[in-house]
């Protein structure tokens, strides 16, 4: 018998080329994701070199950072920077024979939302993309996690990282997850808990009977914030919700090569007795909706807790950080955020732009109006998102409510594409960064989920969503 | 005088400082993501912390800052998002070193690529050297590369860890890529046998 092995030890042994002493391992990445804003400078250094993609098809490219979110965009014509990064990528991809979901293509999206929709991101894999949030794939059970554009150059000429081993670190949700809460109150919590470099050189495997409840598109907003605590990835065991979801997807293993799949995944989960090099624990038996007060995602607390005070810091450099972020927060200390008016709501990026999250914004809105003076804007995930959200009417109740429903793409949670948030305005955001200005210069951030989102949006202020699910409502 | 190493890296590298004694300096504050739009790294040393520059009691603004080849930041530089645009954009400027008690992980990989060294020093030694800055701000760091010590303008000199191949690399200018491309004999026999 060989030794106990984790699921990140299985997913990384498996992958390792070559290791030589004292070097780093090369490890083999089987999909590559691709995005306009960080494959330029990859591409060039293939250029440089005279080197094609090793593998094209294992590398898929979409646009979603930049791209308009506003159907009559395109007919008005695009800045000439965002033309020409567009057309970079489409050259490249069309040089070296990489399939592109470009603007008008039916699967098109947020990288990180149809990778696992298309059934491109797979258990057991190895998955990078130029994108910090590229740690969401591990919501299949792949060991997922973000690189630099002179990594993206790395993998596209020799489908190999060099990469040290990261530590691993169990994180288990211990308790039953309450009624009106969800992932992201999860994963805010813990980033709380642990701080935003809480993770930093590790490998965060999340366990516990409140993930295994947990749909896979919940998976994949918890595994997606993992970077949020500076975890190089997080991961979920494969188990039969990963395939109910899998199965049938347009890229997805079928018939004899699926049955083969399932096998090889079902040996994936952490093994009896195998040891962690570190272990988290996270009480969410009376988890509250969360929300951000500050400028990092660790700033967050229950909407119904106090927004702490710089005073009550345990040393000066956290007493700095927190009166900086709660001065350009214009935030008060020692309440709680509920009832603090707000200007814009989101509901949209790789976080929460999923069927499930849109259809939980609709369940709060459903028969209720925005609020007077506040903006919503809902921007799908994906295309497929889009469709699949129509056909069932969200966008009805969206727009019934005075929200703006929206084409497909980053948008707000980046502000690269013209969605952006006037300075000293306040928004209530399914995104995952609430960084100084991160939703346009001088902007202001409170990051929460789905439901709270769309229940601050009714009431014009920070808002706790539990009074207007309906038992046993949308989660 | 520093001389420069076959990988570009000068040896030694002195240099005053600046200080931005924040704890997690975001990339997000490093080059704003409205500078992303960009298929080259041109320019953007221009836009180094440009929103925090606005400020002009902000560290960038102050005389000698323009010269400093080293940057001296809190806790976990760097966190955030994984734009490579943030080295560029602290190489762009000048910087070659950043001394800090931690780095957010992607952004440490970044910054050894693009000759950028994290310098990472237990909060005893960055007190010490934030104090020397402060009685002095013009007082010269040095980052020893070959010995892997930052020196402190008192003369006491702090080790930094700082991983055995990244240190190969910039000491001999073995790049990685190449080291990869060299594996290709490897890389073919796995794409034989791996699913």
Known sequence: MSAPRTLFDKVWDAHVVAQEPGRPAVLYVDLHLVHEVTSAQGFLALDERGLMVRRPERTVATMDHITPTDPGAYAQGLEEVVTKTLSTLEANCRKHGVRLYAVGDRRRGIVHVIGPELGLSQPGMTIVCGDSHTSTHGAMGALAFGIGSSEVGHVLATQCLLQRRPESARVRFEGRLPAGVGAKDMVLRLIAQVGIGGGTGSVFEYQGEAVRGLSMEARMTLCNMSIEAGARAGMVAPDDTTYAYLQGRELAPAGAAWDAAVARWRALPTDDGATFDREITVDVARLSPMVTFGTNPAMGAGVDEAVPSPDAMPDAASRTALGKALDYMQVEAGKPLLGKPIDVVFVGSCTNARLSDLREAAAVLRGRKVKDGVRMLVVPGSEAVKRDAEAEGLHETFLAAGAEWRETGCSMCIAMNGDMLAPGRYAVSTSNRNFEGRQGPGSRTFLASPATAAASAVAGAVADPRPLLDAGGAR | ?195
């Open chain 2, 1 to 195: 005088m520093s001389a420069e190493n076959p990988s570009g890296y000068p040896v030694p590298l002195r240099s005053r400082a600046v200080r931005v004694l924040l704890d997690n300096i975001d990339t997000d504050q490093i080059t704003p993501a409205r500078f992303l739009k960009s298929t080259d790294k041109a320019g953007l040393g221009e836009v180094l912390f440009c929103d925090w520059r606005k400020d002009p009691a902000f560290a960038l603004n102050q005389p000698g800052a323009r010269d400093a080849r080293i940057l001296v930041a809190g806790d976990n530089f760097g966190c955030g998002s994984s734009r490579e645009h943030a080295p560029w954009a602290l190489v762009g400027w000048g910087f070659r070193a950043i001394v800090a008690t931690s780095f957010a992980d992607i952004f440490r990989n970044n910054a050894h690529k693009n000759g950028l060294l994290p310098v990472i020093v237990p909060p005893a030694v960055h007190a010490r050297v934030v104090a020397a800055l402060e009685a002095d701000p013009a007082a010269e760091l040095e980052v020893d590369l070959p010995a892997r010590e930052l020196v402190l303008p008192s003369g006491e000199r702090a080790a930094f860890p700082l991983d055995d191949f990244v240190h190969h690399c910039l000491l001999t200018g073995l790049d990685e890529l190449g080291y990869l491309l060299a594996h290709d004999p490897q890389i073919t026999a796995f794409e034989a046998k791996h699913p």
